[in-house]
């Protein structure tokens, strides 16, 4: 179904006479003002950063991203790259004279380099699909990446007796593999990811790995530059089994693949220290949990003696990075909501560095973000906060300074909501249980609100105190926003994470009605305009909300799982999501899957419930979608379908999806609010 109908008509009119009322909030037309810094690549004399500046072009209607410099002195902004199209993973030469990037600039990702004191810039490949994980080599003479080789396929049907310019129709498509269409992606070509290398001058590109397997992501060195390392599933059964990866050594001598690690389970983001000595990488044993820590291991290449640094921390390691000197490790890890750094020598305690890393996700306020170090051991975080999307920070001598303001322009004269901490304990065990609430702006607690209880995707993720375009709509047309981390998310641990094993939805449903509870009693919340939405992960609380109590207004499920049985079997992760969230196949655990599924509870539903999916989502395929649709109407419920047509999983990757959704949601709240 198309999106032109009179929803539209009423959705406008419903935000129009918002921006007539008070046009110093937040309005759905922002979305194109706003910006945010992410990939931040560091000098060694910690002097320059550079970053990828991201904007929405309102023309296009797509993120368009040029690569900057800040100097972290004066503070002084300069482009190196501009242009309406994506240029992203800056890298610096060893010697720092040029900078290696990928654009879209010509129509298809290339690599190119900016030689910095000239200022001259060249596409030195001519690549046929789009390359990755871009890094020097030490020499600084050749660049690598990765790139998708597609294999050679013949079908083993031909049609005979087409007469010549006949026009029959398109040829049957024939799949066989396990992983045959991918979210974002589509239906996949059939073909493997492998490491290439290419003269830094331009040339010809020299695949490096080879096999039927998947190549790809960091790279690093030995000091010798002959040798590399890098994460792979090289296992027969690497379908079946996607995250036992391991680490390889690859000689660029003869091209010669060693296996470095061999345990079960991922190993990941292989770096050779400095002074070439050791090994660091992030990983753990597979128990077939939702969730465990990946811990940071550092193997003695002399030795071959490999130990785990991170034994007794309990959170996940993200993004390591050695220091200079090879004495220990930088990692960011999410900590209740937040992105941390800390410092982790090869042996000793740790040091938390900062607790301010902002994330760079742009429509609601997940963790994350980006830093890197200088060799003295100045840091460049991404720095953000719930009334900014990312900037540029650094922290010099343990103290933050940030170094640009890329949204006061859009922002500044704008009422954005405040945003507070809130910990409620669970009405099931007690628990403690960590949220957020952004208050309208103009708040006054002796009146009172609607209320939108907004639930994280995932499961296992976790949402903090950072800025979120639409967290902030909500709050402009009025409501006070509630998101909280039930248990099942991350950042609290490994045994909060895991309370969800084999047990999604559950509890977590308690946690959430805590939290509204909570607020409720705070006197500011109108008992009679109760709302509740959420994605992916929160489309199927949502669902579960709705067939557990009636106690909301109206409910806006998005891109949700309805029927765990027919979300394995449709979904583009599948063999993943039967081996980790569940206790083995649907067919084998047929009334587990079902008691777990929102459709179970269908007859219980008397909320007026709205859907909302991406046409193109093949992660919780629109298929989910429809089942809840068609299973509302014959119970006679108040619900409609909402359809985003091309969109994937990730329906805001275009800013007017981002406006769609949140307009369509906060249209049903305002119709169900009378």
């Known amino acids: 179904m198309k999106l032109h109908s009179p929803l539209v008509l009423l959705v406008a009119v419903s935000f129009c006479g918002v921006a007539a009322q008070a046009d110093n909030t937040l309005q759905l037309e922002n979305v194109f003002d706003l910006e945010y810094a992410n990939q931040i690549e560091m000098t060694n004399d910690g002097k320059t950063v550079y970053f990828v500046r991201n904007r929405m072009d309102i023309k296009s209607d797509r993120k368009i991203s040029n690569i900057w410099s800040v100097d972290s002195n004066s503070k002084q902004l300069q482009p190196l790259t501009s242009g309406v199209h994506m240029d992203y993973s800056p890298v610096l030469s060893p010697d720092e004279t040029r900078l290696a990037f990928i654009s879209t600039r010509d129509g298809s990702s290339q690599i ?32 690598l990446f990765s790139q998708f080789v597609p ?48 003269d830094a001058n331009g040339g010809n590109a020299r695949q490096l790995t080879s096999g039927d397997f998947d190549h790809s992501g960091p790279i690093s060195f030995a000091n010798e530059g002959d040798t590399l390392y890098f994460s792979a599933n090289r ?6 089994k996607p995250t036992n990866s391991e680490i390889y050594q690859l000689s660029l001598k003869d091209l010669q693949i060693t296996a470095i690690t061999d345990r079960v389970g991922p190993d990941n983001q292989p770096q050779v220290s400095p002074n070439g000595r050791y090994l660091a990488y992030t990983g753990y044993d597979d128990k ?52 941390m750094l800390a ?56 103290k933050m300074q940030r170094l640009t303001k890329l949204n006061d322009d859009a922002l500044g004269n704008k009422q954005l909501a405040k945003v507070e901490e809130i ?63 039930p248990r099942g998310s991350d950042s609290y641990g490994k045994e909060f994470a895991q309370t969800i094993h084999h047990n999604y939805p559950s509890n977590d449903f308690d946690d959430l009605m ?9 006197g500011f919340i109108d008992e009679s305009k109760l709302f509740v939405t959420g994605g992916s992960g929160g489309g199927v609380l949502t669902a579960w909300i709705v067939g557990h109590t009636d106690r909301f207004a109206a409910a806006v499920v998005a891109k949700p799982v309805i029927n765990w049985i027919s979300f394995v079997l449709t979904a583009d992760f599948y063999p993943f999501f039967a081996d980790y969230w569940f206790p083995g196949k649907p067919w084998d655990h047929i009334e587990h899957y079902m008691k777990r599924s929102p459709i179970s509870y269908v007859g219980n539903v008397k909320t007026p419930t709205m ?25 006679g419920v108040d619900t409609a379908m909402v359809r985003i047509p091309d969109a994937s999983h990730g329906i805001t990757q275009r800013p007017s999806n981002l406006m769609a959704k949140v307009a369509y949601i906060q249209w049903w709240f305002d119709k169900h609010s009378q």
């Open 514 to 522: 805590t939290g509204v509870d909570a607020l409720i009693a705070k």
């Open 423 to 485: 910990w409620v304990k669970s009405s099931h065990d007690g628990l403690p249980v960590q949220g957020w609430v952004a208050y309208p702006p103009g708040f006054d607690s002796s009146k009172k609100y609607p209320l939108i209880l907004e639930i994280h995707g995932g499961p296992v993720a976790n949402y903090g105190p950072h800025f979120s375009t639409e967290v902030q709509l909500f709050a402009a047309k009025g409501s006070v926003v509630l998101y909280m981390n």
């Open 611 to 635: 859907l909302l999916t991406g046409e193109a989502d093949y992660r919780t395929p629109i298929s989910e979608t429809e089942q809840f649709y068609q299973a509302l109407k014959l119970q």
């Open 235 to 240: 296992h027969v059964e690497f379908r079946l």
């Open 343 to 398: 410092y982790q020598p090869r042996s000793g305690k740790r040091k938390v560095i900062t607790e301010q890393i902002g994330s760079v996700s742009f429509g609601r306020p997940y963790s994350g973000g980006d830093f890197d170090i200088s060799d003295d051991g100045d840091v460049a975080v991404t720095l953000a906060d719930t009334q900014r999307p990312a900037d540029v920070a650094v922290i010099k001598n343990g």
């Open 288 to 339: 077939q949990t939702n969730y465990e820590n990946s811990q940071l291991y550092i193997r003695d290449l002399e030795s071959g003696e490999t130990s785990s640094i991170t034994h007794d921390f309990d959170r996940n390691v993200g993004q390591i990075k050695w220091a200079d000197n090879s004495s220990g490790i930088f990692f960011s890890y999410a900590s209740e909501g937040k992105t």
């Open 112 to 143: 190119y380099v900016k030689w910095l004191k000239t200022g001259a810039v060249a596409k030195i490949s001519n690549l046929t699909q789009s390359p990755s994980s871009l890094q020097w080599a030490p020499n600084g003479r050749q660049l």
């Open 151 to 198: 294999s050679k396929t013949v079908s083993p049907v031909n049609l005979p007796g087409k007469p010549d310019g006949a026009n029959w129709a398109e040829p049957a498509k024939y799949i066989d593999d396990v992983y045959y269409r991918a979210d974002g992606g589509g239906y996949t070509k059939p073909g493997f990811r492998h490491l290439f290398s290419i």
